[in-house]
């Protein structure tokens, strides 16, 4: 099955700064990389996501890129705010067999005003 | 007011008992997840239903059972096979033909 890994699993950044989270997939057929936010007692956000078809998507000050040769995605948050202190999760999906969703571990990002 | 309802937010139950977790949607979706989140890991995904009387098995359907008698219902039972019930369970849906997936608020079970 497909494994995903998240790296770091905590990180901490001023604010104003760039955020960066990275994950990797072993499915090479994996074609769906979404990204959840998840405060503290709730259920996971989508906040971005991309297919296999893109290499990079952005939406305001989020940002995702995909290197499917090396089986890697990131998210990129510029100019961080408090509010974006958070636990934020990847996962991979082979969309079409089920939509199974497999996650990463987490990461906890603290923006430190 | 359109989403996705999980009820009770916080439950506890004593060990042997079988505990049913509630997971209601009104967003039309066709398929509805359920998921079992652990501290310092991922969401892990218990099972999953494309449609209406029909689910499948995912990872760790070990201890669980699930039905899906209306297109907007899954409920989760935990039952006393489970060995390991303490945890966050999350309910999601998405849309036929789309790729997203959206959560509830989450039920907290504990058990002692």
């Known amino acids: 099955g497909e494994n995903v890994e998240q790296h770091p699993s905590t990180l901490s950044v001023q604010e104003g700064d760039s955020a960066v989270i990275k994950c990797t997939y072993s499915?090479?057929?994996?074609?769906?990389f979404p990204w959840y936010k998840q405060e503290l007692g709730k259920g996971p956000q989508l906040i971005i996501d991309i297919r296999s078809n893109v290499g990079e998507k952005k939406d305001q000050r989020i940002a995702v890129t995909l290197n499917k040769t090396a089986k890697h995605f990131s998210l990129h948050i510029t100019e961080t705010q408090p509010e974006d202190s958070a636990v934020y999760f990847c996962a991979a999906s082979k969309v079409g067999t089920g939509n199974q969703f497999y996650f990463g571990t987490g990461t906890s990002l603290t923006v430190i005003p | 007011d359109g989403g996705i309802t999980q009820s009770p937010k916080y439950l506890f139950r004593k060990e042997g008992q079988n505990v049913t977790l509630s997971c209601e949607q009104n967003l039309n979706h066709d398929a509805m997840y359920w998921y079992r989140q652990d501290p310092g890991q991922g969401l892990r995904l218990i099972y999953y239903s494309q449609i209406v009387n029909d689910f499948q098995k995912g990872d760790i359907a070990e201890g669980y059972s699930v039905s899906r008698e209306k297109k907007e219902s899954f409920p989760l039972t935990v039952t006393s096979a489970q060995k390991n019930p303490t945890a966050f369970y999350l309910c999601?849906?998405?849309?036929?033909?789309?790729?997203?997936?959206?959560f509830g608020p989450g039920t907290r079970l504990t058990v002692t």
């Open positions: 499915d090479s057929a994996s074609n769906y």
């Open positions: 999601a849906s998405s849309a036929q033909g789309r790729y997203e997936q959206y």
